[in-house]
């Protein structure tokens, strides 16, 4: 072997290049998760039921009551890049669904076994599908990969199993089937917080009650305190602000001076995605400082509307990160109305003790 010479350069296999991507977005169960109930949202269900076993890495079933997919659409539903929500690269700057890119499905499809069972109203039954590798995929070897006609109601299930069968480092890599279970039901608990309408529930198999159950018509401050408890519920107070300079709306829920815990919870929305940003965090710790004991952090659901022209979502294929226009202006302007009511509160209760 000379060592001096040149590698020769081959491509990839597009196997082994799907298989990379998809690993790169679904990192753990609680991202094929996070998909496939934006996938429910955009379908415009107000129902959304999920199932899981083994944290996750057994079983992620989501059922909803959606739009469901057209039978003629089932052979292409799990390719990449296919969608029905993006047509230009233009559009990108007016996107209001979750979804984009047509990734989600695709991804998972290549590194577990993915099952679909769909009904359009206009159906008479509902399609069951299996895919493998971004394909229509027999349910069993020798069989047809032709979807099959089943009994079932209007709206979409999808059945993920055995999540990182063929990617055993990663498989591995998952230590406690209860960290991920948290991990997904912290991450339904943010979505039926914040999707007003909708009702949620999620359950682990085997159990007998269920870990969240929010009811369709649940006001937001009721869809707190099933999930965060009393407690917090009960220290609520609300905000809204806006400023058409800087193109946002901010409203949400935040916990007065008389609550405080060990770490801030913050439940952030940026365009109806759940988001994290360590600088409105940062923020946000900063203004409950003065009003908080030393090491007293607060609760804060936040939920920011910014003008998609402004926003830039294509950051990474996960989407968790997004990117905006006058940041440091928007934060500020949330702090400030978090701020004053915070502040609001604290003078009305020295002057009911006064009095
Ligand atoms: P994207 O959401 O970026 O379009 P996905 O891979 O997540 O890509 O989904 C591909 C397509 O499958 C969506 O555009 C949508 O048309 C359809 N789809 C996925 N999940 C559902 C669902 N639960 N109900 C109805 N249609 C769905
Ligand atoms: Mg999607």
Known sequence: QDDSAPRRIKALD????????????????????????ENAVDAGSTSLEVLVKEGGLKLLQITDNGHGIDKEDLPILCERFTTSKL???????????????GEALASISHIAHLTVTTKTKHSSCAWRAHYDGGKLSPAKPGQSPDPKPTAGRNGTQISVEDL?????????????ASDEYNK?????????????GVAFSCKKHGDSGTSIAVPSQAATIDRIRQIHGGGVANELIEFTTSDDRWG?????????ANYHIKKTTLLLFINNRSVDSSNIKKAVEQTYSAFLPKNGHPFV?????????RVDVNVHPTKREVNFLNEDE??????????????AVDTSRTFMTQT
């Open 14 to 37: 597009p196997d082994v290049v799907n298989k990379i991507a998809a690993g790169e977005i679904i990192v753990a169960p609680v991202h094929a998760l996070k998909e496939l109930i």
């Open 87 to 101: 047509k230009k690269f233009e559009d990108l700057s007016s996107i209001c669904t979750y979804g984009f890119r």
């Open 164 to 176: 990182f069968y063929n990617v055993p480092t990663r498989r591995k890599a998952f230590r406690s």
């Open 184 to 196: 997904i039901i912290d991450m339904v608990g943010r979505y039926a917080i914040h999707c007003n």
């Open 248 to 256: 946002f709306k901010a409203s949400g829920w935040a916990t007065n």
């Open 301 to 309: 659901y936040l939920s920011l509307e910014i003008d998609p022209q």
């Open 330 to 343: 928007i934060i500020q302007a949330v702090c400030q109305i978090i701020r004053d009511k915070l502040a």
